[in-house]
């Protein structure tokens, strides 16, 4: 079994380095950061590209697919958009881009304030095994790992980033 | 006892009372409750959490605000509300409690919202649910009795926790019509189980049941005596049916000993919360003044009472 070693904060610098350029000619931008990992990198380029005022975070648990089997989640944390949502370019931000399920949900929530005019995606990871058909517009690496094993992103009290492979 | 709230992973089944719930139940549906708040203020007020649902509230007492509020909360939710009207309904043609929630479950009911003037009641629809090996299908007490009013205590813990932040410094003063309020009682466990480290009961003797002292309460009846230092106010609806007995001379005489006016209010603290559960009587025990005044916080009651009813059915709805 492969187990590899990440430098999160390489990695980061590749994602804000791509996003930088890939958004420098868009309008009306916001970025939204999915709990808990991606409101970590959210905060960072928001902070980097000047979009503090444009920066929300979202909690996913209102619209999960396993609510049925699973219940309610047990740390709910409240999402905030503080921005207009309607025609805004906003820059979805998650750690690990896995099955798509998360992203399919933080998606139909934004619908629920509003119509962007666009909605992209960034991730620090790709680790594939999609189960809907949804595509990053901003990746920094892949990575193939086994379905037992878990990419967990943390940060530190000095916010330092770190990525541990778990098994679950 | 097995608590019949809980199910045996010590998740909440049904929400019958605040006593004997575990501080960690409590603090979970008010932290779920904060991230429902804003869903009402959006474009779109739903989320889909019960889409598919079926919530029937079954009020066998009325209750306009309580049923709106429920059934706000179950709309914003996604949920189907079903409304009956008990009164008009086949239990005045002698059909049982248990035939009318057994015909319900068979119409596949996925949580009944439960008012009731008998204590007990809701309890006993639980207890029929378990046995019945139905454990897909939830209760919620939305008060029965003298005994209990569950969400009206947690809107309350929510309310206080929002402009207190912490439990374990305040003094919070009950006053009114204690021996009558499943407010009162709900209340005085939820605040005792979040660590409050005083809670005072303030009314007349003829109001005020007996075994306060034994809940851990502070009685006094003397309301001048009983606010001094309080951070927050709860008052309770003198209810006027009460008037017809023994207990109490009149409305006015009331007012005069145990209402709520801004000279009163100047004892608390100075930024005490002024709370009522609703509907209130202006002149009866509390003053408008105080009422519509800047310490009264009993509009975002009703706000929040919304989101806590959505955390309390979407936690249940899940487990």
Request: hydrophobic content about 40%; proline content about 7%; charged content about 25%.
């Given at each position: 079994m492969r187990n590899p070693k990440f430098d999160a904060e390489a990695l980061y610098k590749v994602l804000a380095d791509r996003v930088k350029s890939g958004l420098?000619?868009?309008?009306n931008v916001a970025i939204v950061g999915i709990y808990s990992g991606g409101a970590w990198l959210a905060e960072r380029l928001a902070a980097e590209m000047q979009l503090n005022e444009r920066l929300g975070f979202i909690d996913v648990s209102f619209y999960r697919d396993d609510y049925a089997e699973r219940?309610?989640?047990?740390d709910v944390k409240p999402t905030q958009i503080?921005?207009?949502?309607?025609?805004a370019t906003i820059l979805l931000v998650d750690d690990v881009l896995y099955t798509g399920r998360t992203t399919r949900a933080a998606i139909n929530e934004l619908f629920d304030y509003g119509r962007p005019a666009k909605i992209m995606l960034a991730a620090l990871v790709d680790r594939g095994g999609r189960e809907l058909p949804i595509a990053a517009d901003f990746i920094a690496d892949t990575v193939v790992l086994d379905d037992d094993q878990q990419l967990v992103l943390q940060r530190a009290d000095d916010g330092r980033l770190s990525l541990t492979v778990d098994h679950a | 006892m097995h608590n019949p709230q809980l199910n045996k992973n010590g998740?909440?089944?049904?929400?019958?009372?605040?006593?004997?719930?575990?501080k960690t139940v409590i603090n979970h549906i008010l932290d779920t409750a904060s991230s429902f708040v804003s869903v009402s203020d959006r474009?779109?007020?739903?989320?889909?959490?019960?889409?598919g649902k079926s919530v029937f509230n079954l009020f066998f007492e009325n209750s306009t605000r309580t049923r709106t509020t429920f059934e706000i909360a179950s709309k914003r939710l996604s949920a189907d509300v079903i409304n009956l009207n008990i009164a008009a309904s086949s239990t005045t043609k002698g059909e049982s409690l248990l035939d009318t929630i057994d015909n319900l479950a068979a119409m596949h009911a996925d949580m009944f919202v439960v008012r009731h003037a008998q204590s007990g009641a809701p309890y006993l629809i639980a207890k029929h649910l378990i046995d019945t090996n139905q454990p897909h299908v939830h209760v919620v007490n939305a008060g029965d009795g003298r005994h209990a009013h569950p969400t009206q205590g947690l809107l309350d813990m929510y309310t206080i926790r929002h402009y207190?932040?912490?439990?374990?410094n305040l003094t919070v003063a009950i006053v009114g019509?204690?021996?009558?309020?499943r407010v009162a009682r709900s209340d005085i466990h939820a605040l005792t189980t979040l660590g409050v480290p005083e809670v005072r009961a303030i009314g007349p003797r003829t109001l005020l049941p007996g075994g306060l002292e034994q809940m851990g309460v502070r009685v006094f009846t003397d309301i001048n005596e009983g606010l001094k230092g309080v951070d927050v106010i709860i008052m309770l609806r003198l209810?006027?049916?009460?008037?017809?007995?023994?207990?109490?001379?009149?409305a006015q005489e009331f007012f005069k000993s145990y209402g709520l006016t801004p000279e009163r209010l100047?004892?608390?603290?100075?930024?005490a919360i002024v709370m009522h559960p609703g509907p209130m009587n202006r002149g009866v025990e509390i003053d408008s003044a105080v009422a519509d005044g800047?310490?009264?916080?009993i509009l975002p009651q009703v706000t929040f009472g919304i989101a806590v009813r959505m955390a309390v059915m979407s936690i249940l709805a899940g487990n």
């Open positions: 420098a000619h868009a309008e219940g309610l989640h047990a503080p921005f207009e949502v309607e025609d | 998740e909440l089944q049904h929400l019958l009372t605040i006593e004997g719930l575990p474009e779109v007020k739903k989320v889909p959490l019960m889409r207190k932040k912490d439990f374990t019509d204690i021996l009558h309020s209810q006027n049916e009460r008037m017809a007995g023994a207990l109490l001379p009149s100047a004892l608390a603290k100075p930024d800047s310490q009264a916080v």
